[in-house]
């Protein structure tokens, strides 16, 4: 999902109103005609929309506005902040990779945090590694889990999980706390930067991160659209990946996010054997393991990059001002 925070993006921040006002997101007003229309002032002169079969829960949580709606072809979809965050029908192309980028680049991945990803599905993907031992999770809205289960149960199947250590709250301030050289992987399963998600694209927080890794391992966090935040792109390559021996973004296909495209950003703490590159998996993928999007194959196309993205990249002395804080656009229906 992109949560991008709560599940894939979580946000407190007021929505701006089409006369520039500060109003509270309503995701259920942006459904108009039968239509759910995601319009945001962060991917500005685009929309995605799409058709709602049936209203299935609105109410808002102590963080965010919460939507899930049975849409007419993607499936059950869970809406934050007027944002999709993950729709049944492809939500195994962001939740495999987010996971198996990472998790595949580790030779042996017994210790692993999870930071958001409320909906359950990078848990999901984690716990098909026989090598993992414990998955601490942090989520901070414990409503999005709930959603989660009630309405995307193949999701949120890994939920209760015997290897699981589920902590509702803050993971910004689990990881300031945490030991160091604790966690084989970090996933960030975030929002877009804004809101409490916004701590999360800090370079402070990549030094917590650095910090509680143990050596050779590897975090992977969403990593934002090529199309919409180049200028973030290179600042999380460049600035928050200054203290890991490799810095990589790579790229997943997301029909339902904005341009149809989200990445992932991914660091590897010196320390470990092998090459540093996460552009290779270390192991094959194991007989019995079930996915649908993710292979070797995909791992390593998924850092074959845009031109000009690759140009920025390799010229990272070129990144402006870090990105502005961008606050979400809700429409009134006339």
Same mark, same amino acid.
């Given at each position: 999902?992109?949560?991008?925070?709560?599940?894939?993006?979580?946000? +407190?921040?007021?929505?701006?109103?089409?006369?520039?006002?500060?109003?509270?997101?309503?995701?259920?007003?942006?459904?108009?005609?039968?239509?759910? &229309?995601?319009?945001?002032?962060?991917?500005?002169?685009?929309?995605?929309?799409?058709?709602? *079969?049936?209203?299935?829960?609105?109410?808002?949580?102590?963080?965010?506005?919460?939507?899930?709606?049975?849409?007419?072809?993607?499936?059950?979809?869970?809406?934050?902040?007027?944002?999709? %965050?993950?729709?049944?029908?492809?939500?195994?192309?962001? %939740?495999?990779?987010?996971?198996?980028?990472?998790?595949?680049? =580790?030779?042996?991945?017994?210790?692993?945090?999870?930071?958001?990803?409320?909906?359950?599905?990078?848990?999901?993907?984690?716990?098909?590694?026989? =090598?993992?031992?414990?998955?601490?999770?942090?989520?901070?809205?414990?409503?999005?889990?709930?959603?989660? *289960? +009630?309405?995307?149960?193949?999701? #949120?199947?890994?939920?209760?999980? /015997?290897?699981?250590?589920?902590?509702?709250?803050?993971?910004?301030?689990?990881?300031?706390?945490?030991?160091?050289?604790?966690?084989?992987?970090? &996933?960030?399963?975030?929002?877009?930067?804004?809101?409490?998600?916004?701590?999360?694209?800090?370079?402070?927080?990549?030094?917590?991160?650095?910090?509680?890794?143990?050596?050779?391992?590897?975090?992977?966090?969403?990593?934002?659209?090529?199309?919409?935040?180049?200028?973030? &792109?290179?600042?999380?390559?460049?600035?928050?990946?200054?203290?890991?021996?490799?810095?990589? @973004?790579?790229?997943?296909?997301?029909? +339902?996010?904005?341009?149809?495209?989200?990445?992932?950003?991914?660091?590897?703490?010196?320390?470990?054997?092998?090459?540093? #590159?996460?552009?290779?998996?270390?192991? /094959?993928?194991?007989?019995?393991?079930?996915?649908? @999007?993710?292979?070797?194959?995909?791992?390593?196309?998924?850092?074959?990059?845009?031109?000009?993205?690759? *140009?920025?990249?390799?010229?990272?002395?070129?990144?402006?001002?870090?990105?502005?804080?961008?606050?979400?656009?809700?429409?009134?229906?006339?």
């Amino acid at each position: 999902c992109k949560y991008r925070h709560p599940p894939h993006r979580l946000c +407190t921040t007021p929505a701006l109103t089409m006369s520039g006002s500060e109003e509270p997101v309503n995701g259920a007003s942006l459904i108009e005609n039968g239509w759910f &229309i995601e319009k945001n002032a962060q991917w500005p002169g685009q929309a995605n929309a799409l058709q709602v *079969k049936k209203v299935l829960m609105h109410k808002k949580t102590e963080f965010q506005d919460l939507l899930v709606f049975e849409s007419t072809d993607f499936g059950h979809v869970i809406v934050l902040d007027g944002v999709i %965050q993950i729709t049944e029908r492809d939500e195994m192309s962001y %939740q495999e990779m987010m996971t198996h980028l990472p998790m595949f680049s =580790c030779d042996k991945p017994v210790q692993v945090l999870i930071i958001g990803g409320g909906d359950g599905g990078v848990l999901r993907e984690v716990v098909k590694h026989d =090598c993992v031992e414990k998955v601490t999770w942090c989520e901070i809205d414990g409503d999005v889990i709930e959603a989660a *289960k +009630t309405y995307m149960p193949t999701v #949120s199947a890994a939920v209760s999980n /015997p290897k699981v250590d589920l902590r509702v709250g803050d993971g910004v301030a689990f990881a300031q706390n945490a030991k160091d050289n604790s966690f084989d992987v970090i &996933i960030v399963d975030s929002s877009d930067p804004v809101g409490p998600a916004e701590k999360l694209f800090s370079k402070e927080f990549y030094e917590n991160a650095h910090r509680i890794l143990k050596p050779g391992g590897v975090i992977c966090s969403q990593g934002e659209c090529l199309w919409n935040n180049e200028d973030l &792109i290179v600042q999380m390559t460049s600035d928050f990946g200054s203290c890991f021996v490799t810095a990589e @973004y790579a790229s997943i296909q997301m029909p +339902t996010y904005p341009a149809g495209q989200i990445g992932a950003f991914l660091a590897r703490k010196a320390g470990g054997s092998g090459v540093p #590159s996460c552009r290779q998996p270390r192991r /094959p993928v194991p007989d019995g393991m079930t996915l649908r @999007y993710y292979s070797g194959e995909m791992h390593a196309a998924a850092f074959a990059l845009p031109a000009f993205l690759q *140009k920025r990249l390799q010229g990272k002395a070129a990144v402006a001002e870090p990105a502005a804080k961008r606050q979400r656009l809700q429409w009134s229906n006339p």
